[in-house]
């Protein structure tokens, strides 16, 4: 009998590797003028006598604002065919939410995938806002369990947060980012010129991420970001890009020292303001962008973080201040709608949050500019006096 009491049953024997992620954020401009090798130099990093197949993606609204963009790729590819071969022209794909909300994409990119016959050594590259690169990103990441990847974020969103980030995923059941990966990429090129081609509602919204990021690990930035407000609301190129660098450094340290990388735990410090953002964004069906709400979600916990007692009398003020003077809008009527009981919807996304997170709710406040602090629970009420608040600066 194998199967008594005193006999052990298991056998455990214990593995473990770790496994080092390298890889290069470039900044430039004009990545596809011929002279700018930042595209050719990323793709022959590891074999640089090979010439590499491309796929390539981009955002319809890049390629709308931008309509020489495709061919650009192409004379690109042609001038550097010893190191890169396009195997099809780009391929438009539907920018913003649309493209994450839509069931189909990923089975369409996949198909493109296959059709091309991209293998684990080639190349997808995306260019477009964060919502492409995480459709893109995803599909990318799937395929044969991970083909190479290159990312050109084009907004300042993208910049300067969610494309030098490690994951991506698609909405799902009505859920935002349901479904998706950890994968970081091959190479990430930020290329200026496509934010000068970004609506001035876009590169606003990306101020926002910066300011959060600034608020919860930078004091210096903060200040920085405070005493060149009014050149960032007129969208200054060199504060622009100051702007970006900035809060991608700050964001790309968060990953490499933060000490959780792939999100196992349920601390989340760069979604500071983001569980109510995400809620409005929800709310105001995307009427609301992602940076906006951002703007609001990011004050309200910047005043909660003062009446909860975290956060210096005035230090609130100064950040309300901050935004407005960037052009954000810190109030939204949708803050103000209840459920039957009379209990504001908004508050839901906390559960939400705590839901996405896994584990115990765990939501950054601030312990003065610059110094993020996490707690554990929300005081509704309080929450609501933050809310009114905002009402009170309409
Ligand atoms: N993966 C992550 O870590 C992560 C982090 C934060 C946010 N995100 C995701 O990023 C998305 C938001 O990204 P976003 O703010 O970049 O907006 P977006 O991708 O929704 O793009 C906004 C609009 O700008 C257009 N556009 C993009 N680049 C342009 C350009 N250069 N010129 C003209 N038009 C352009 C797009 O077509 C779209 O209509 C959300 O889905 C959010 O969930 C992902
Ligand atoms: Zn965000």
């Not at 939410?97 to 016959?117: F, G, M, V, W, Y």
């Not at 940076?291 to 909660?304: M, N, P, W």
Request: net charge negative; charged share 25%; hydrophobic share 40%.
């Amino acid at each position: 009998m194998l199967d008594t009491p005193s006999q052990r049953i298991e056998d455990v024997r214990r593995q473990s590797f770790s496994v080092t992620y390298e890889y290069p954020v470039v900044f430039t401009r004009d990545a596809f003028a011929l002279g700018n090798r930042s595209l050719v130099d990323v793709l022959s990093q590891r074999e640089p006598h090979k010439r590499h197949r491309c796929l390539v993606f981009v955002d319809q609204g890049v390629l709308s604002s931008l309509p020489d963009l495709a061919s650009q790729i192409e004379n690109y590819a042609a001038a550097h065919a010893g190191s890169m071969e396009l195997v099809n022209p780009p391929v438009p794909v539907e920018g913003g939410e649309a493209c994450k909300n839509d069931p189909n994409t990923i089975a369409r990119l996949l198909e493109l995938l296959s059709q091309h016959a991209i293998d684990r050594h080639s190349f997808t590259l995306a260019i477009g806002g964060g919502a492409v690169l995480d459709a893109v990103g995803h599909a990318s990441a799937i395929f044969h369990r991970g083909v190479r990847h290159i990312r050109f974020p084009s907004t300042v969103l993208a910049q300067d947060d969610s494309g030098v980030g490690v994951k991506n995923a698609v909405n799902h059941f009505g859920l935002k980012n349901l479904i998706g990966t950890f994968a970081p990429p091959w190479a990430i090129i930020n290329d200026s010129s496509f934010i000068d081609a970004l609506p001035p509602r876009e590169k606003r919204a990306g101020m926002a991420e910066a300011v959060k990021v600034a608020l919860i690990r930078d004091g210096k930035f903060f200040n920085w970001l405070e005493a060149h407000a009014d050149e960032l609301a007129r969208f200054s190129r060199p504060h622009l890009d100051h702007l970006i660098k900035g809060s991608a450094e700050l964001h790309m340290r968060q990953i490499r020292l933060g000490g959780d990388p792939f999100e196992m735990g349920s601390a989340r410090p760069l979604d500071f303001g983001h569980w109510s953002a995400h809620k409005l964004e929800q709310l105001t069906r995307n009427e609301v962008n992602h940076g906006e709400a951002v703007a609001i979600g990011v004050a309200l916990d910047t005043r909660y973080s003062f009446l909860s007692g975290h956060l210096a009398a005035g230090e609130d003020e100064r950040v309300a201040a901050l935004l407005e003077r960037l052009g954000f809008a810190l109030w939204h009527d949708k803050l103000r709608q209840c459920d039957s009981q009379g209990r504001p919807l908004v508050l839901k996304g906390l559960a939400d949050f705590q839901e996405h997170l896994g584990g115990e709710l765990a939501v950054t406040l601030l312990a003065g500019i610059g110094r993020g602090v996490e707690v554990h629970e929300m005081d509704e009420k309080i929450v609501g006096q933050s809310i009114d608040w905002l009402e009170r600066r309409k």
